[in-house]
């Protein structure tokens, strides 16, 4: 797989590594941090919204309007990101496991799953964990092992010296040249220069060491063994306009298809229009594509009545 892939996919994880004037990794308040913050509205069966790495979950805000008079919709921006205090905690593993606690503390019957990026990811891994929970996921232009694209037989022990590497990297740069790859890298990923500067004051707020422990986390983590275990009608939704004209439609699609090769019935739709944030670039053909995909999914087997 091109080189050019995987450099603009990792850039797209790397893209909230923005700084502040806070010292990383230090939280405000004495009381240990939320795994994450939710915003709830909306009524019937319920959906899980979860943003990419940086991103705030009001990223989900059009999606939301569209599906609150069918679906109750639970919205989160993660621990770390988009001025959410950060965890001490490890990142993935703290999040999989709070998003399905959350599930079972909510008496939430058979939700939906939608997750961006970095919120693919955790999608796939809570039903991987807890399948039984879960309802279907749509998946937002994401993989289950990102290096893979480039090395097929790529490993987590494989890569792991590379992301340390990384990480020792980003933690030299300046507050300058952070801010300056963050806006270079979100112009490549977002087609509309409002919505670019919307996801930079995310990044500007998120805490850098949070990013580069979370972005570890997603390079080490593969999730492909364990697909089998996930029983969810899924979508997956990926993206490979910012990569026309030097990478084939044909290879990008092969990437995809194979990665969830061990996912059931999983189906996969690339968008010839849109970029990374499929959801701003092509709102309306993001959830004409959902749209068509949730008609098919089973009822909850849970009588959902409106929230009041």
Known sequence: MS???VSLLTLTLLAGCATTSSAPGTATASAAPAPFHVERTGHGRP?????????SGEVWNETVAHYRDQYDCHVFTLAGFAGQPPVSTPFLPTMRRA??????????????????????????????????????????????????????SATPDSIRPQVEQMG???????????????????RSFISDEKNVQVAMRWSIDSDPETIIRAYADL????????LSRITAPTLVLGSWVA????????????VYRGQYSRLSGARVTLSDTARHFIMWDDPAGFLRETDAFLATVPASVAQVEPRR
């Open 3 to 5: 080189r050019l892939l």
């Open 47 to 55: 959906m899980l919204l979860i943003p990419g790495l940086s991103s």
């Open 99 to 152: 998003l399905a606690d959350y599930i079972r503390e909510q008496h939430l019957e058979k939700p939906i799953l939608v997750g961006h990026s970095l919120g693919g990811v955790l999608a796939l891994a809570v039903a991987e964990d807890a399948p039984e929970l879960v309802g279907a996921i749509v998946i937002v232009d994401s993989l289950p092992f990102l290096p893979a694209a480039m090395d097929p």
């Open 168 to 186: 020792t990297l980003m933690r030299m740069q300046s507050a300058a040249q952070r801010n300056q790859q963050t806006l270079m890298t979100l």
């Open 219 to 226: 390079s080490t983590t593969d999730l492909r063994p364990e």
């Open 243 to 254: 990569l026309k004209g030097r990478v084939a439609r044909e290879q990008v699609e092969a």
